[in-house]
């Protein structure tokens, strides 16, 4: 399964990427703003940055809902590193935006999907990456692993090549879970991540073989 941190904050970013684990990030128009990355310069300037610390995808969503502007922003953050997914809302117009990126050799990851039915249009437009919000869903008594189950089933019926990635992620279980599923990648905080590392049995176990050792020294 493919790491991806979801921030647009350059330390968190470098941090995952030093852990040697990363594989890509995403971003969001609300995670830029929570950074203070604001105007189109800044926020264009902001993605090639962040493609130059992260070996790997980086998504980079688009402001348009028609399909025009989306096509004309998918183009312009494509162009600005090779590393750049666009990032493109599960809406109508975003459908046709995803064929025509598609058709014209563009990655794109189809984003706020929240049922089986817009991940199985998203994957026969020729995402590249779906991007169900499992947090979101499990914040409204809705099971979100239980969409990233049907999804796995739908795409291995029909050998659809779109990565699921699982969004919205929130503490390590949904990472462990996503993971038993099948999801192709997750992208959460890097809390999410480091999460992973912790066992109460390792710290201790650490401690005894240092204290043993330093007895025998
Ligand atoms: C995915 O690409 C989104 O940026 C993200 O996972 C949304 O997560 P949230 O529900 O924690 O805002």
Redesign the pocket.
Known sequence: MKFFI?TANLDQIREAQDLGVLDGV???P??MAKEGITGRNNILKHYVDICNIVDGDV?AEVIATDLKGMIKEGEELAELHEQIVV?IPMIKEGIKAIKYFSDHGIRT?C?LVFSAGQALLAAKAGATYV?P?I??LDDISTDGLNLISEIRLIYDNYGFDTQI?A????HTMHVLECAKIGSDVM??PLSSIEGLLKHPLTDMGLAKFLEDYKKGN
Do not use: E
């Open positions: 979801d995403t971003t969001n609300s995670l998504s990032k990851n984003t991007s919000f947090g979101r990635l969004a919205s992620i929130r992208t959460g």
